[in-house]
């Protein structure tokens, strides 16, 4: 059975940093691209950023250009988002999810609260 468990979110003020994971299990992690999304209260979810498996490919949010970076561990079969500078707007559910788009397994989420 696919599992994609999150963590890392918290409370963080403006400006500050945080480092979300995604542990995976039930599939051959080394195969698939994987995905963060998120989702603030009353908007629709949005893609956050992207890694192929072959590490070759990566695509990002425009607002999160620069202040976030997307990796991954294949080994531990874990997906990592670093995110540093951190803004109120970044306020959100991120949950990681297998390939591209939302079509196939997604995590329950960590929630990222930036407030001051």
């Known amino acids: 059975e696919v599992h994609l468990v999150e963590s890392g979110g918290g409370l963080v003020e403006p400006g500050g940093s945080l480092n979300l994971s995604c542990l995976a299990s039930g599939f051959s992690f080394t195969s698939y691209p994987m995905s963060w999304y998120r989702q603030a209260p009353g908007k629709e979810h949005e893609l956050v950023a992207q890694l192929s498996s072959a590490f070759r490919s990566t695509n990002y949010l425009d607002s999160v250009k620069g202040r976030f970076t997307i990796s991954r561990d294949n080994a531990k079969s874990t997906l990592y988002l670093r995110m540093k500078s951190l803004k109120p707007e970044d306020t959100a559910l991120y949950f990681c999810?297998?390939?591209?788009?939302?079509?196939?397994?997604r995590g329950q989420g960590t929630q990222v609260t930036v407030s001051s």
């Open positions: 999810a297998r390939g591209w788009t939302l079509t196939d397994y």
